[in-house]
């Protein structure tokens, strides 16, 4: 497999568990914009988390892949790419895109793969995948570590300290920084060219 794109559903009516009107509009920009940049005649494998929005996001995406490779492209429902139910710790979900390495590698017999899935899933093994094959991280996906900013601030005005000097003293007493998962867009996808070892991130 040479190309990945993980794309996160469009906007959803939770409850229903089903991508809105406005979701749709979402989608449809989406697929319009990735239909202009993919090849014709490419070789490509559709999966997607089993939840309704997830899978009504990946049949949107059917009949231009079908177009794309001149065959009718089915949806392989994949449970490791459902939401994470119970969110823990950064590292917990960063070790659940560990462990999806292993299954995206199930589909390498395809030139490109299309995964249909949620927000921290795709980040973690966006990351997860990164980390294994020592790609360049892109600002976008790169964990947030800023000390916190409200800490700063009443450093800043208890002691008159400059802004560089309290994020200093707060390392200093080992005051840990912030880390959490980036989040993406509704309906937007990060593409991996495994090739060029590059990450970029699709929006509409």
């Known amino acids: 497999m040479d190309q990945l794109y993980f794309v996160r559903h469009a906007n959803a009516d939770y409850l229903n568990d089903c991508i809105t009107p406005s979701g749709k509009r979402q989608m ?22 089993p939840s309704g929005r997830a899978m ?17 492209i089915s949806i392989v429902p994949e449970r490791g790419l459902d939401q994470i139910r119970s969110i823990g710790s950064v590292e917990e979900i960063l070790q659940n895109g560990r462990e999806n390495v292993g ?20 980040v973690a093994t966006s990351l997860a995948i990164a980390e294994k094959l020592s790609i360049n991280i892109p600002e976008f996906l790169r964990l947030d570590k800023e000390i916190d900013q409200s800490l700063v601030n009443w450093m800043m005005n208890q002691f008159r300290y ?10 200093e007493c080992e005051i840990k920084p912030l880390q959490e998962i980036p989040e ?21």
């Not at 449809?28 to 999966?47: K, M, N």
């Not at 299954?103 to 921290?120: A, C, N, T, W």
């Not at 400059?162 to 390392?171: A, D, H, Q």
């Not at 993406?184 to 509409?204: F, G, P």
């Open 162 to 171: 400059t802004k560089e000097v309290s994020e200093k003293k707060l390392r």
């Open 56 to 72: 009504k996001t990946a049949n949107g995406f059917v009949p231009m892949l079908t177009r794309k490779t001149g065959r009718e």
């Open 184 to 204: 993406i867009e509704e309906a937007s996808a990060i593409h991996i060219d495994l090739q060029k070892r590059q990450i970029e991130y699709i929006t509409r």
């Open 28 to 49: 449809d920009q989406l697929i319009s914009i990735l239909d202009q940049s993919l090849p014709e005649s490419l070789d490509c494998v559709l999966v997607s988390s």
């Open 103 to 122: 299954l995206i590698e199930k589909y390498h017999s395809s030139e490109y793969g299309f995964f249909i899935s949620h927000d921290k899933i795709i």
